[in-house]
């Protein structure tokens, strides 16, 4: 997997899988990206407010926000995020919706 530091003036945010560090950066390319997939972004929003969330959402959003993939195939990449639990990927979650309200860049 890759390693990277986040750079907080950009939006990003880290998210831990098997102990490395993966920069997520919701750019505008990546969150329509995302949105074409998932359907609308603030209902998205609002179903993560409100715990209705799925996994595979979370998965989704978090791949199209990948800053890099090397090689990565998404599969592998949602079976790292299940192993790691909801609770070890909630801050990057909160922090990509923090960015989807107020804008991403």
Same mark, same amino acid.
């Given at each position: 997997?890759?390693?990277?530091?986040?750079?907080?003036?950009?939006?990003e945010?880290?998210?831990?899988?098997?102990?490395?560090?993966?920069?997520? #950066?919701?750019?505008f *390319?990546?969150? &329509? !990206?995302? +949105?074409?997939?998932?359907?609308?972004?603030? %209902? /998205?929003?609002?179903?993560?407010?409100?715990?209705?969330?799925?996994?595979?959402?979370?998965?989704a959003?978090?791949?199209?926000?990948?800053?890099?993939?090397?090689?990565?195939? #998404?599969?592998?990449? *949602?079976?790292? &995020? !299940?192993? +790691?639990?909801?609770?070890?990927?909630?801050? %990057? /979650?909160?922090?990509?919706?923090?960015?989807?309200?107020?804008?991403?860049?």
């Open positions: 997997m890759m390693t990277g530091a986040a750079n907080p003036h950009r939006g945010a880290v998210l831990m899988i098997g102990g490395q560090p993966l920069v997520l #950066r919701p750019t *390319a990546a969150l &329509v !990206a995302a +949105e074409e997939e998932l359907g609308p972004l603030f %209902a /998205l929003v609002e179903r993560a407010s409100a715990g209705q969330l799925r996994l595979s959402e979370m998965v959003l978090f791949w199209y926000a990948l800053r890099e993939r090397n090689g990565l195939e #998404r599969d592998d990449f *949602a079976e790292a &995020v !299940a192993r +790691e639990g909801l609770a070890a990927c909630t801050p %990057a /979650l909160r922090s990509l919706i923090v960015q989807i309200l107020k804008g991403a860049g």
